[in-house]
DNA sequence: GCATTGCAAAGTGCATACAGATTGATCGAA
DNA sequence: TTCGATCAATCTGTATGCACTTTGCAATGC
């Protein structure tokens, strides 16, 4: 547990962590007294998180009940995947056109040394690369409200697409696509770059064996 | 003041009425002790309130400060408007293809009776149509995460573009880019309709002016 | 005259206490 | 037996109080 910021700031990287990486599940109540013995704290606290989670969109509050896990729709999922399509390839396209040479560089570099992770079947290890790898992307686009839409997304589909890189042949098919994006950058192809991530997202999107809360 | 909802909801849309209508100007600070004796309640739905609006973006906070209505740089403001432009591109987009019969109906009927405001020169009355007109478009993407990031991005941008129908000749310009994207989701061209309400938005944010604190 | 240290005022961060809402169980009546 | 009402337990919403942090000013030393 990271010890910077204030007693607040922890509660929320360490609940959004549980969630994210499903330590809680969807529908999971977050009951203020537990978690504030749990983190030997006050309610004070533990509330404030809860409302900015509630913000984030990770834990879905209403008024006199317990905050539970979002526990999103199938409709709202699929919402947020074909959002999450539209938003890297915004993110692809204006990396092709303005990544620094460095920073395309470091782009290439990053893909390139993950090809090693697919053949020992790394799937751990490849999961961080492939955070990486987009997060580059992200931060390649050079515009921080973009990255702030899509980092949030991002962290509200973690849930959901956990087990994605266990999926046979998904490793080799993600670095292919991988290549494709990385290409079209450093051809400074806008256009394909764009395509070629949108349908990237598409394919983890079908990848993503998950169901969500039928339709409410 | 709207009644509904509990205190911290019913601050949270009061003080977001102020920053969004330029009542508090970017830069103010919003001390707890004051809203607390302004709202005639205690310091902890304040907290809570301010809590949530620095999650909206609308305040930034920091440990043992108050929090102050949020100053965004130049480049951050330039990336919100460029961020608004490829979302309102992609409402455009998938409204061509998706909205029904009804919705695109609504959509025409809500332009033409703009027309009569423009030749009054009614900027309230156009301002309050326009809200109306977007909020269609946004609706008729049927993509709910789009929506929910479209309109808090809208929300955030709003304090820099008020006085954007008092520019003259503003009110015909918008009225006749409307009517290039009805025509276009009239038609279902998606590409088209996306063009036109991007290239809406840069013309909105090139009549923003505005300025944000010079970079920090 | 200027810098530095000490202190007081003001404000935030968190804990505790109390009031109101919700839920589930138990008891009584049809 | 089943439905309904009542009450207790539990939890959330808000108020209040205390501790710590920040900041501005003033006094002291150089």
Redesign the interface.
């Known amino acids: 547990m990271i010890r910077t910021?204030?007693t607040?700031e922890q509660m929320v990287r360490a609940i959004a962590d549980m969630i994210v990486t499903g330590e809680m599940l969807p529908g999971a109540k977050l009951d203020e007294v537990s978690l504030a013995v749990r983190f030997d704290v006050s309610r004070?606290p533990v509330?404030?998180a809860l409302?900015?989670l509630?913000?984030?969109g990770l834990v879905a509050r209403e008024?006199n009940r317990s905050a539970v896990v979002t526990n999103v729709t199938e409709?709202?999922l699929h919402?947020?995947f074909?959002?999450m399509a539209?938003l890297e390839a915004?993110c692809a396209r204006l990396s092709a056109e303005r990544m620094t040479v460095d920073e395309r560089r470091a782009l290439e570099l990053e893909h390139r040394g993950s090809m090693r992770l697919v053949h020992a079947g790394a799937e751990e290890e490849y999961s961080a690369h492939n955070t990486e790898f987009h997060t580059r992307l992200y931060r390649g686009a050079h515009?921080?409200?973009?990255f702030e839409?899509v980092t949030q997304?991002r962290a509200r589909l973690a849930p959901f697409r956990r087990a994605q890189f266990r999926l046979p042949g998904r490793l080799a098919k993600s670095y292919e696509e991988h290549g494709r994006i990385v290409t079209a950058i450093m051809r400074a192809d806008a256009a394909a770059a764009g395509q070629a991530a949108y349908s990237h997202v598409e394919i983890v999107s079908d990848a993503s064996a998950v169901f969500a809360t039928p339709g409410e």
Chains 1, 2 share one sequence.
Do not use: F, L
Not at 143 to 146: P, R
């Open positions: 910021g204030t607040v004070t509330r404030e409302r900015e509630g913000a984030m008024p409709a709202y919402s947020m074909e959002a539209e915004i515009n921080d409200h973009v839409m997304t």
